[in-house]
Each structure stands twice: as structure tokens, then as C-alpha cells.
């Protein structure tokens, strides 16, 4: 067995979580079908994220890992096209939500609006996925499914004996499921992962360096012994000597580069489970969402975030950077959006009886729309928080949404206490270090 590490220049990784299922275009009808939320998607996808972007421990960059959770199919489908055109020498792709199965057998992976019913115009086909891994140039491809029925995906990949499907198996590939064919998979009450994504992290941490097949090994030996499902591994070639979890970059070793000697405690792993996420704000440009997760098992207090606008380049740059709520330009720019979704909708139907859109005035039509914007946006603007909790409790996270008009994105640096009264702080993409008293 020769062990190897990703490129991580070469390497991408996509990590998709659904959590929810319920949208605000569904109808009444369609709610009523809508698969129950799993809470603890969330905590899988941020955790999984920082496992494999550790900074001295992580196998991928952070700006080849991403993460897309609650999304629609259109996202999904740019996200995973670009990372597997990308990807020359690994790509992962990891899924956790609700599995679902139609009346042919087909597996397909639940999206907002999914529903059971109708799971063939509603949810991502596994099919669609297949695709898009064989479609990428990649070495070796890593697919990591944590959803109910997730075995039938071996049924797919091995569909077909056409050229593409030859080339997929001599390239190699490793496919992790967290149930079989015809097995639910299994979200434990009150526990912050699903079980199979929990039991994935908690030996990937204990052991770092494991290849795919040795930590295939350890994930079914302890689900087993918990009575658990038990999850279904594929390894084709090379695939399985893979090892994504726990070493150091193997280009910074290659570089030359010292990397700094530092002692590992409890207290430092429970420190780098507290992490920031910033993505743009929905529908709203120059707006980020900055969210904060602790992910430790402990609260965290006195937690001071400073939030920073970079340029193309990352560099930091002077310019605005505030907090959005009560800002002047979130409720313009809410109620830009929202006049134009109304307006909309008002010239598909009439809304006076009897009078012809013609004869109703510029004004009239004005006042009729903003009788009907003002109390969205003002529901909208109550809704973000301007500060986090404090305490911070264990497994939560908070959403702030930040104005930086002028940045290519923007970046945030924590600085918190731990339960213990170790005082730390946290560069963007850095390890957290202790704060010296």
C-alpha cells in the first residue's frame, strides 16, 4: 500500500448539506409533503469543511472546498460542473440530507421542496451526479454519500459497460455510503452529526492519516458495535490508499517551508471547532453573510469578530464594512427587490376589479405596490441579528449579514473564551492560538 495525499493545488472538493426542505414558493398541498428538516446537516457540512481545510492538518485549500448548503439544482449543478472541470488530481464530493427512491428504484438526493412524490422533478437525480464525475479529468474521485438508501448509488456507478464507465474504473474511484441499498440511514435525537458523519469525523480527528479504506474500516467497526447502520464502501485502483483527513499540505513540506512545532490539547481541538463561513448574501449585492458555528462541545464566550472587506487578490483593503441591520442601504436594496417582485405579479393580474390596467395611474400603482412592500421589508429587515449570542452555545451558529459594497468578499477574524478561560484567537484560515495574559 503506497499512502498518498491530494495535490492540493489540483485538487477540489465539494461539500453539498440540506437541512431544509420547506421553501416559501411551495403551496399549502406541497408543504404538507415536505420531508422533515435534519438539523444536524449543518454541523456535518461546517465540520466536514474544516476538517479537510485545517490549515497545517487539511489535505484541500479553503478556496477549493466548497460548501453549499439548502440549495437549488441549478446551484448544485455550477458549483459541482466547475469543480470537477478543475479538479486534475482529486475530487471529492460529499451529500447529507434525506435519500429518496422512486417507484423504479432510482436513487435521488432531497433538495428545498423535495418531496417523496415527486422526487423526479424536485430532487437531484444521482444520475446527474454520476455525470459529472465521469465527466472530470480527475485521478481519482471520491464520493461520500450520508443518506438514507445511499448503497443504491454502487448499483449506478457500475450501470453500463460503455467506454466513459471503463475510464471512470481505471482512473479509480472510492465510494462511501452511510447505508445500503434498501437501509435508511440514521440522524440520532439531540447528537450535533448524523451518525455516520459523526462517527467519520470523531476517527479522523482520533487517528489522523488514515487512508479511505483503513477509515472505512474503523467508521463500520464503530457504528456496528453502536448497533447502527453500517456503512458500504467501492474502492477501484488506487483510490482506497487515499488520505484526506488530518496530515499536513504536502506542498508546504515539499516547499521547504517550517511549519510551526505547536502541542495539541483538548482545549486546542475544541478551539478549531469554531470557525467562520462567509458567503454572499442571497439576492443581495454587496451583502455577505458571515456565519459563525461553534462546533466544540462546550460554550464560548466574549466571542469579538472583526470583519474585513479583501480585493481580488485577498488582500485587505479601507473601505466600508458594517453590520447591515439599520443600515439605510439594506432597506433600499430589500425594497428595490421586493417592488419588483410585486410589480411583477401585479401586471400578471388585476388587482382593482373592473378597471382596465390603462386607466390606473402611475401613482396609483405605486401606492398599491408599497402598500404591500413596506411590511415585507420591514419583516425582513427585523430578521438578522447584529451581533452574536453571548454565551455562544456548543453546537449553535449565528448569521450577522455585513454591507461591503466594494469587496470581493470579506473575511473575519475570532477572538473568544473557552469554557476554561483560555482566551484564543483566529486569523482567517489560520489555527487558532492562545492570546497571551
Not at 130 to 144: C, G, N, W
Not at 351 to 363: D, N, V, W, Y
Not at 412 to 421: C, E, H, K, P, Y
Request: aromatic share 6%.
Amino acid at each position: 500500500m503506497t499512502r498518498r495525499r491530494p495535490d492540493i493545488d489540483r485538487s477540489r472538493a465539494v461539500l453539498i448539506g440540506v437541512s431544509r426542505y420547506e421553501t416559501d414558493e411551495q403551496s399549502t398541498a406541497d408543504l404538507s409533503e415536505a420531508l422533515p428538516s435534519l438539523e444536524s446537516v449543518s454541523a456535518n457540512l461546517s465540520d466536514l469543511g474544516q476538517l479537510l481545510t485545517e490549515p497545517d492538518l487539511g489535505t484541500f485549500a479553503p478556496q477549493h472546498c466548497t460548501l453549499v448548503e439548502n440549495p437549488q439544482l441549478a446551484e448544485i449543478g455550477d458549483v459541482l460542473v466547475r469543480a470537477a472541470r478543475e479538479a486534475e488530481d482529486v475530487l471529492l464530493v460529499y451529500y447529507s440530507g434525506h435519500g429518496l427512491v422512486d417507484s423504479r428504484g432510482r436513487l435521488y438526493l432531497g433538495l428545498p421542496g423535495s418531496s417523496q412524490t415527486r422526487a423526479a422533478w424536485k430532487a437531484l437525480p444521482f444520475e446527474t451526479l454520476r455525470e459529472d464525475l465521469l465527466d472530470s479529468p480527475a485521478k481519482i474521485r471520491v464520493l461520500i454519500l450520508d443518506c438514507c438508501f445511499s448503497g443504491r448509488a454502487f448499483e449506478s456507478m457500475s450501470d453500463a459497460d460503455t467506454l466513459q464507465a471503463n475510464q471512470f474504473r481505471i482512473n479509480g474511484t472510492f465510494t462511501l455510503t452511510s447505508s445500503a441499498a434498501n437501509e435508511p440511514s440514521f440522524a440520532p435525537l439531540g447528537e450535533i452529526h448524523t451518525a455516520f458523519t459523526g462517527a467519520l469525523l470523531s476517527l479522523a480527528r482520533q487517528t489522523p492519516g488514515l487512508t479511505l479504506d483503513e477509515l472505512y474500516g474503523a467508521v463500520q467497526g464503530h457504528l456496528s458495535a453502536l448497533g447502527r447502520p453500517a456503512p458500504r464502501r467501492r474502492s477501484v485502483d488506487e483510490a482506497g490508499d487515499l488520505v484526506i483527513f488530518g496530515h499536513p499540505h504536502q506542498s508546504r513540506s515539499a516547499a521547504g517551508i517550517e511549519v510551526e512545532r505547536f502541542e495539541r490539547t483538548y482545549e486546542f481541538d475544541e478551539a478549531r471547532r469554531v470557525a467562520p463561513r462567509v458567503n454572499p448574501t442571497s439576492g443581495l449585492p454587496g451583502f455577505w453573510d458571515v456565519t459563525v458555528r461553534n462546533g466544540s462541545a462546550t460554550p464560548i464566550a466574549q466571542l469579538e469578530a472583526d470583519v474585513y472587506p479583501v480585493d481580488a487578490t485577498g488582500s485587505r483593503i479601507e473601505d466600508e464594512c458594517v453590520t447591515a441591520k439599520g443600515h439605510r442601504m439594506l432597506w433600499k436594496t430589500l425594497s428595490d427587490r421586493n417592488r419588483a417582485e410585486v410589480r411583477g405579479k401585479v401586471n400578471s393580474s388585476n388587482p382593482h376589479s373592473g378597471t382596465p390596467f390603462a386607466e390606473i395611474t402611475a401613482a396609483t400603482m405605486e401606492d398599491f405596490i408599497m402598500n404591500i412592500v413596506s411590511p415585507i421589508t420591514s419583516q425582513q429587515i427585523a430578521r438578522p441579528a447584529d451581533c452574536y449570542p453571548d454565551p455562544f452555545p456548543a453546537g449553535a451558529e449565528e448569521t450577522v449579514v455585513y454591507y461591503a459594497p466594494n469587496a470581493a468578499t470579506v473575511r473575519a477574524n475570532l477572538t473568544f473564551t473557552d469554557t476554561s478561560g483560555n482566551r484564543w484567537t483566529r486569523s482567517h484560515d489560520q489555527r487558532p492560538r492562545l492570546v497571551e495574559r
